[in-house]
């Protein structure tokens, strides 16, 4: 597989410059949103706006007001926990053309419960004239900029950072689902780094003679619910979602409201954190604990199917560690 | 855009509007008028440059909230003029000052009379707390705070594009209880945002009574400038002082004028309601006769006739 080192950077940076409507937003996580590099070769095109988030979403509304678009980096939660009701009143009611860039995802960061941001997607989705869009690979942090800069108001991106396996060779398009495989006995359905985990299961059940149907979303609202429905049709035994983030409100919960609206009889299992915090750890670590892993998928499957599989870690493919201390991080957050 | 009346006449006027107005309907932020009257007169009347209003005198009604299928949608920004590069722009911070706004609207010639019938009634633009639809209003500003954030982002804006209108937002002296506040005129500080300033009705009460009953907040002029904005500091009620105050060179830093003043000024009689003057609802009707009486007669004008309201 191959692994690419900050795609944000780069492909941020490539895209600004062509942009001067574009501002850069940080709050003290310069580095570690990795705009460090933009900071300093394009410091016109650059605002730090410090450890102050209320004020940085409010101010962001005054630019939108100027005509500008400004690109909000910091850690996920740092762009709605706080901030909620500035969020609301200077970006989210005028529709605002203001970009979050939202990093440290779920549990993609060992800083633990201050640091996780398990249920942005549950909030984001409610905010009326959100765009909601989530990176699952290093080509979607690439083309994630452009597609979020597309939208005529508001958008929340999930990024990754770091070191980023490509898996797909496609950029992202909004409201476009990934079709990665076509099987008929359960439809898996991933966002973000559980894709990765989702592929890992998807060839041991393969060869265990599961047939697997799975998608990957990239945009959570708008939510495909019709193209989503059509695929739940598809197959015999239900549906499994498996998201990083908590099962109440976010991938899970959407699918069940598609599946209800529709009419549509098909067993649901959610996958993801369930109704709790998580804490500090590695992510093959806290993917193991919360049953977010290849694994839990696959017994999610034989608990759908009724059938064992025999699969177990050894037959999956092998986690892909990344060292918490790595060039590419600005610290082991 | 100058009106023909002294400014003078135009807080005189706000003040018996929003007098008559609170009589009727049986309450209303009087309060905030006697202490902002000269304040937002003195914004519309002669500080800010303002082009022509390009709404309608009679407020249309409620369009709808910002959506991506609402083409219909606009703000109230238009009764403070266009936007081009040349003229300011004014936020209002505490939107319960909606009334006091409307009443100063109509007594500028931007909006009809009638506009304030529509007040807080249903199916109108004209809301008690004012929204972004409502004359006069630009965002919203409904949770305190957040004013002089955005007011910086778009000053910052306009700085960058070369327009030379001003950004100037009204505040209220409650707002400094805001952690927001502080960020905010940090960030100004910080970038040299000098096309900025506000003005700050400093009338020492929130709605819970007296600000130091409430929350003490100290020497705020002090705490302003070490954020780093230039303060100058009046008596909210003398045109004069808030001319002066205006005049004062910041740049590279914001302005911020504090204009100190009294929350039953040109309405003595209000003082027995005194320290509860967040809104004024009368407790009977004798009450109300008793200050329609009162009130009127400070205010050189005959009582409102109170038949069939």
Redesign the interface.
């Known amino acids: 597989m191959e692994m690419v080192n900050r795609p944000y950077a780069k492909a941020f940076e490539d895209y600004a410059v062509q942009h001067p409507e574009v501002l850069c937003l940080s709050a003290d996580l310069t580095s570690s949103c990795e705009i460090d590099g933009f900071r300093d070769r394009h410091p016109d095109q650059f605002?730090?706006?410090?450890m102050?988030e209320?004020?940085m979403?409010?101010?962001?509304?005054?630019?939108?007001?100027?005509?500008?678009r400004p690109f909000l980096h910091s850690f996920g939660v740092f762009l709605y926990r706080r901030p909620y009701?500035?969020l609301m009143?200077?970006i989210a009611?005028?529709?605002r053309q203001v970009r979050l860039m939202g990093f440290l995802p779920g549990i993609t960061t060992p800083g633990g419960m201050t640091h996780q941001a398990i249920e942005d997607i549950s909030v984001m989705r409610t905010i009326?004239?959100m765009t909601v869009l989530e990176a699952g690979d290093a080509t979607e942090v690439e083309s994630i900029v452009a597609a979020a800069d597309s939208v005529?108001?508001p958008v929340y991106c999930r990024i990754l950072r770091g070191a980023v396996p490509r898996l797909f060779d496609t950029p992202l398009e909004i409201g476009k689902i990934r079709v990665l495989a076509e099987g008929t006995d359960v439809l898996v359905i991933t966002a973000g780094i559980t894709t990765e985990e989702a592929i890992r299961a998807r060839a041991a059940l393969d060869r265990a003679g599961v047939s697997v149907r799975h998608l990957h979303l990239n945009t959570l609202k708008p939510f495909d619910a019709a193209t989503i429905i059509g695929h739940a049709e598809q197959v015999k035994h239900g549906v499994i979602t498996l998201e990083n983030h908590l099962v109440t409100g976010g991938i899970g919960s959407m699918v069940a409201e598609a599946l209800a609206e529709a009419g549509l009889s098909r067993r649901l299992i959610r996958l993801g954190l369930q109704d709790t915090y998580a804490h500090g750890g590695s992510r093959p670590y806290l993917m193991r604990y919360y049953g977010m892993d290849a694994l839990s998928l696959v017994r999610a499957v034989e608990r759908l199917t009724g059938q064992q599989t025999g699969i177990d870690e050894d037959a999956l493919g092998a986690v892909r560690v990344e060292a918490v201390h790595s060039v590419v991080k600005a610290e082991a957050l | 855009m100058q009106n023909s009346r002294t400014t003078e006449d135009v807080a005189h006027g706000i003040r018996c509007r929003v007098f008559e107005h609170s009589m009727r309907n049986n309450g209303g932020y009087l309060s905030q008028a006697c202490s902002a009257a000269e304040q937002l007169a003195f914004l519309y009347n002669e500080a800010l440059n303002l082009g022509p209003s390009t709404m309608p005198l009679v407020p249309p009604p409620f369009g709808g909230v910002p959506s991506a299928a609402n083409h219909d949608y606009r703000t109230g920004a238009g009764y403070n003029g266009p936007f081009d590069a040349v003229h300011d722009r004014l936020f209002i911070a505490p939107a319960h000052y909606a009334l006091v706004a409307y009443a100063c609207l109509i007594e500028v010639g931007r909006m009809a009379p009638e506009g304030l019938e529509m007040f807080n009634q249903d199916g109108s633009s004209v809301e008690m707390i004012g929204a972004e639809h409502s004359p006069g209003m630009e965002v919203h500003n409904g949770t305190l705070g957040i004013g002089l954030s955005t007011g910086a982002g778009l000053a910052w804006g306009r700085k960058r594009r070369g327009e030379t209108g001003e950004v100037c937002v009204y505040m209220s002296d409650g707002e400094v209880q805001e952690g927001q506040t502080w960020e905010a005129v940090q960030a100004a500080a910080h970038h040299g945002i000098d096309n900025l300033w506000a003005l700050m009705d400093v009338n020492r009460q929130q709605c819970d009574g007296a600000m130091d009953s409430v929350m003490t907040v100290g020497d705020i002029a002090t705490k302003f400038r070490n954020f780093g904005a230039v303060v100058a500091e009046v008596d909210a009620h003398d045109l004069t002082a808030l001319r002066q105050a205006k005049a004062t060179p910041h740049e590279g830093q914001p302005l911020i004028v504090l204009a100190h003043s009294s929350p039953t000024k040109g309405m003595e009689f209000l003082m027995k309601r005194f320290p509860r003057l967040h809104y004024v609802r009368f407790k009977s009707d004798e009450e109300r006769r008793e200050m329609n009486i009162a009130i009127a007669a400070e205010l050189g004008i005959a009582p409102v006739d109170l038949g069939g309201h």
């Open positions: 605002l730090s706006l410090g102050a209320q004020n979403l409010s101010f962001a509304g005054g630019l939108g007001l100027a005509g500008f009701d500035q009143a200077s009611y005028p529709r009326p004239n005529d108001g």
